[in-house]
T-cell receptor, first 111, second 117 residues
Framework: KQEVTQIPAALSVPEGENLVLNCSFT??????LQWFRQDPGKGLTSLLL?????REQTSGRLNASLDKSSGRSTLYIAASQPGDSATYLCAVDNYGQNFVFGPGTRLSVLP | GAVVSQHPSWVICKSGTSVKIECRSL??????MFWYRQFPKQSLMLMAT?????????EQGVEKDKFLINHASLTLSTLTVTSAHPEDSSFYICSARDRRGGYNEQFFGPGTRLTVL
């Protein structure tokens, strides 16, 4: 059974810092991995999708990497801003089945 | 990107009533839709997988007679919470799988917040 964990559970940083969020999964036989952002009381916003054959994806200040063999993904946020404050969820796609979500990392970027 | 809508966005109901939540894929056909539930400060947990034209597949521990799922068309799936109780209060999110382009990406609706009094 696929299990997804995320470290740290919560993170508070001053504005401008670069930061890394970590995601680990137990079964490396995944189809893809997706990072989401969730604001309090809101739905999910897809940030980056990495196919199993890819190593990384970039969008603006965000860069996500995937090491499928070791069961790890990282989300790098450059020059963090207060508007980046949210919960970040990673989810793995078990070959066309459902997504399995991690517990999330709650990020606070202080002005 | 593809758009998934949910209706209503929030609902408050009395204990014992039934509530229907709609999930629509607006600009693509979704043969498979998923329903998730999220309790406060917890992550999303899959409730059931809904395939167009067939019965839904429920995850262990989810009562299929309480959470009725209908996927009558390629763009619409509904979740009905029957005889709702306060413990059913949660954030319900649907997603639809878009297989165009081979990316097999899931797109999520904005969620429905259910409060049962």
């Amino acid at each position: 059974k696929q299990e997804v964990t995320q470290i740290p559970a919560a993170l508070s940083v001053p504005e401008g810092e670069n930061l890394v969020l970590n995601c680990s999964f137990t079964d490396s036989a995944i189809y893809n991995l997706q990072w989401f952002r969730q604001d309090p009381g809101k739905g999910l916003t897809s940030l980056l999708l990495i196919q199993s054959s890819q190593r990384e994806q970039t969008s603006g200040r965000l860069n996500a990497s995937l090491d499928k063999s070791s069961g790890r993904s990282t989300l790098y946020i450059a020059a963090s801003q207060p508007g980046d404050s949210a919960t970040y969820l990673c989810a793995v796609d078990n070959y066309g089945q459902n997504f399995v979500f991690g517990p999330g990392t709650r990020l606070s970027v202080l002005p | 990107g593809a758009v998934v809508s949910q209706h209503p966005s929030w609902v408050i109901c009395k204990s014992g009533t039934s509530v229907k939540i709609e999930c629509r894929s607006l600009d693509f056909q979704a043969t498979t839709m998923f329903w998730y539930r999220q309790f406060p400060k917890q992550s999303l947990m899959l409730m059931a997988t809904s395939n167009e034209g067939s019965k839904a597949t429920y995850e262990q521990g989810v009562e299929k007679d309480k959470f009725l799922i209908n996927h009558a068309s390629l763009t619409l799936s509904t979740l009905t919470v029957t005889s709702a109780h306060p413990e059913d209060s949660s954030f319900y999110i649907c997603s639809a799988r878009d297989r165009r382009g081979g990316y097999n990406e899931q797109f999520f609706g904005p969620g429905t917040r259910l409060t049962v009094l």
